[in-house]
């Protein structure tokens, strides 16, 4: 696998379920590949879970991820949410992790979720396997940190040893339509009720890439989490992201938006840690 991608360099492309790929060769986008590699067969299509870490192979579909029981983990919740919102059920049965993760666009769901839970990407190429966290390996439009022969074998996501909870939402035009925005937040909270860790990352035409919100973060670390502490950060996050406008929604609107979904994440990640479940 690893000598043939190496051989076709950029005239090599590895095929997932094909749903994106399908769109681009339709555009006239991949004249360039002379090569699709095909993983299917390669047995990189499991879910594994543990106490620490939820295990995802490359080629699991995304149907089969969102039949996972370890989704109902408040943590993980995120996840559940995301799939929940990724419609057609037909792509969902074809679409695999890997290729939702490499096709490199900033509005598609999962990854969002996977951001926000603090995900890596496992890698394997000439030199063996490399480990990349999630936030590092989108580097633009449909630009990923991968190197001449390598390919995404795994993702993995690790679990909090505090009580979290996480959560997703999506606003689109209609139910199978691309976020004008999306957002993800998983929180975690210490024996003393306050917040220990949070993340919050947010899509859709934000930037070439998700957006983690930092300062709104940081808003909540220490705080009791509450109603007004919520509407704080997602006014700050509102205010770190620089929206484009384009034909789904303007960049005032996407503003407005971001405070919405990201309220209401914080809101729903937290009810999450109290009732332990999604
Ligand atoms: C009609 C339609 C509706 C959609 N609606 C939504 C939606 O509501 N929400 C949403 O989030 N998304 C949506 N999508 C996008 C969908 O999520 C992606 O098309 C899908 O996740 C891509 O996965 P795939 O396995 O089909 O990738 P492929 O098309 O097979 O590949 C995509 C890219 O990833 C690369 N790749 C694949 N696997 C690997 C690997 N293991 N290692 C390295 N590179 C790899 C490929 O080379 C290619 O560059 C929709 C798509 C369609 C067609």
Redesign the pocket.
């Known amino acids: 696998m690893v000598s043939i991608l190496h051989k076709f360099g950029e005239k090599a492309?590895?095929?997932?379920?094909?749903?994106?790929?399908?769109?681009?060769a339709n555009r006239g986008l991949l004249s360039h590949v002379d090569a699709l590699?095909d993983?299917s067969r390669l047995a990189?299509s499991n879910v594994k879970t543990s106490d620490r870490y939820l295990r995802i192979g490359?080629?699991t579909?995304?149907s089969e991820l969102s039949t996972s029981p370890s989704l109902k983990e408040a943590s993980l919740g995120a996840i559940g949410d995301?799939l929940t919102?990724?419609?057609?059920i037909?792509?969902?049965n074809?679409?695999?992790?890997?290729?939702?993760?490499?096709?490199?666009?900033p509005?598609?769901?999962?990854?969002i979720a996977l951001l926000a839970l603090d995900a890596s990407v496992r890698?394997y190429g000439r030199n063996g396997y490399r480990k990349i966290p999630l936030e590092k390996f989108f580097l633009g439009y449909?630009s990923?940190d991968?190197k001449r022969g390598?390919?995404?074998?795994e993702i993995d996501v690790p679990k909090h040893s505090l009580p979290a909870g996480s959560a997703f939402q999506?606003f689109?035009i209609t139910g199978?339509?691309?976020?004008i925005v999306n957002a993800a937040a998983s929180l975690s909270v210490s024996s003393n009720g306050r917040c220990k860790s949070a993340r919050i990352v947010i899509g859709g035409a934000v930037g070439p890439t998700p957006v983690r919100v930092t300062r709104a973060e940081k808003l909540l670390l220490g705080e009791t989490p509450a109603t007004e502490t919520f509407r704080k950060a997602s006014e700050e996050a509102a205010r770190e992201i620089q929206p484009d406008t384009d034909i789904r929604a303007s960049a005032e609107y996407r503003k407005k938006l971001c405070k919405v979904i990201v309220e209401r994440s914080l809101k729903q990640a937290y009810s999450r840690v109290k009732m332990r479940t999604r």
Do not use: H, M, N
């Not at 492309?13 to 681009?24: A, P």
């Not at 509005?107 to 990854?111: A, G």
């Not at 199978?176 to 976020?179: E, G, K, L, P, Q």
């Open positions: 492309k590895i095929i997932g379920g094909g749903t994106d790929i399908y769109g681009l590699v993983i990189l490359a080629s579909t995304l995301a919102q990724t419609r057609p037909q792509v969902k074809a679409a695999t992790v890997a290729g939702c993760i490499c096709s490199g666009l509005f598609f769901d999962l990854p890698v449909f990923v991968l390598e390919f995404v074998t999506k689109a199978d339509d691309w976020a």
